[in-house]
């Protein structure tokens, strides 16, 4: 069943499901990896697109306040156009001051490069993980370890990105 957080889009957390009993430890750890894998990445996804949407928001915004302002000033005068179109300057202005506030709040460019790094880390414990199904002997506790410490320094650095760390 897929979350309502995930089904919307966001970058909400889902949590991980629980495995039969009985299940090898090895199996196990790799159902955890798989799923943080999936979560980072999907919530990599999406703040790499709000990212490029604040920029290119803005910078269209931008755009078009300098069009508006300019051909105000072409046309001023007391008819209703030159009036409209500084009205649409003025609510242009600030709708771009809240997507940059927005972003900013958000940080998403930092949460994306985040994300990124766990995600390479997830990949190297995949790496491993694979490579230790195959042994005879796997190191499960050592990979859980691993796991566990990525997982808290994201967390950490979640936190620290968002001000609250």
Not at 38 to 57: H, M, N, Q
Not at 144 to 152: A, F, N, P, S, V
Request: overall charge positive.
């Amino acid at each position: 069943m897929v979350s309502k957080a995930r089904a919307q889009g966001t970058d909400g957390v889902s949590p991980v499901v629980m495995t039969p009993k009985g299940t090898p430890p090895i199996d196990v750890l790799g159902l955890h990896i798989a799923h943080w894998t999936d979560e980072y990445s999907r919530g990599r996804v999406i703040v790499k697109r709000r990212a490029a949407r604040v920029l290119l928001g803005t910078t269209l915004i931008t755009g078009i306040i300098a069009v508006l302002g300019s051909t105000s000033a072409l046309l001023a005068g007391d008819n209703l156009p030159v009036q409209i179109i500084g009205v649409a300057t003025t609510a242009l202005s600030a709708l771009s001051a809240v997507l940059v506030a927005w972003d900013e709040h958000f940080r998403h460019r930092d949460l994306w490069a985040q994300r990124s790094k766990v995600l390479n880390q997830l990949g190297t414990l995949q790496l491993d993980y694979e490579l230790a199904r195959e042994s005879p002997s796997p190191d499960i506790a050592s990979m859980t370890e691993r796991l566990d410490q990525i997982l808290e320094t994201a967390l950490k650095s979640w936190l620290q990105i968002q001000g609250r760390g």
